[in-house]
């Protein structure tokens, strides 16, 4: 099992979302504005199997892209200097390049590894993939820009 950089606490410290649209446990690696990975355990309890799909159940891609998202918000905000954390929320803008590869299941666990390139403006660039025992589920380009709370 891998170290952890920051778990749930601190990552809720850094993102607004809360129960049930948390989508990242923890982070086990981070490089500083260039590379982060984060963890999502992947259980048979979570809210959205009994409808997707109660007979073979899978979590749905769009929930995927999210987690990866939300590893790109974390990133963009471990960037930003201490004082201006507070104030900010980054809001995805954008997904291009959007590719699943395989179903992720109950009891899979996902490692969501999103690495920056490039800031245009605003808008900052990720490259995204989540896999699942290092077989690719999806990956994706992600674009978010910080705006004021």
């Known amino acids: 099992m891998s170290e952890t950089v920051m778990d749930v606490r601190q990552i809720m410290e850094f993102l607004p979302h809360r129960y049930p649209f948390l989508l990242v446990d923890r982070i086990i690696e981070i490089e ?3 590379r982060l990975v984060g963890i999502k355990n992947v259980s048979i309890n979570e809210h959205f199997f009994a409808g997707h799909f109660p007979v073979k159940p899978v979590m749905p891609g769009v ?7 939300q590893c790109t918000g974390l990133l963009a905000m471990k960037a930003q200097p201490e004082e201006l954390r507070k104030s900010l929320i980054y809001y ?3 997904i291009d390049k959007v590719r699943f590869k395989r ?3 109950p009891g899979d666990q996902l490692r969501l590894e999103v690495e920056f390139v490039k800031q245009k403006r605003s808008i900052w660039v990720f490259d995204t993939r989540a896999s699942v025992d290092g ?4 990956s994706a380009q992600i674009m978010c820009t910080p705006r004021e709370t």
Do not use: K, P
Request: glycine residues 4%; without cysteine; negative net charge.
């Open 92 to 94: 995805l803008v954008g």
């Open 135 to 138: 077989q690719l589920a999806a």
């Open 103 to 105: 179903v992720v299941e």
């Open 63 to 69: 929930l995927i892209v999210e987690a990866l998202a």
């Open 32 to 34: 500083e504005t260039q």
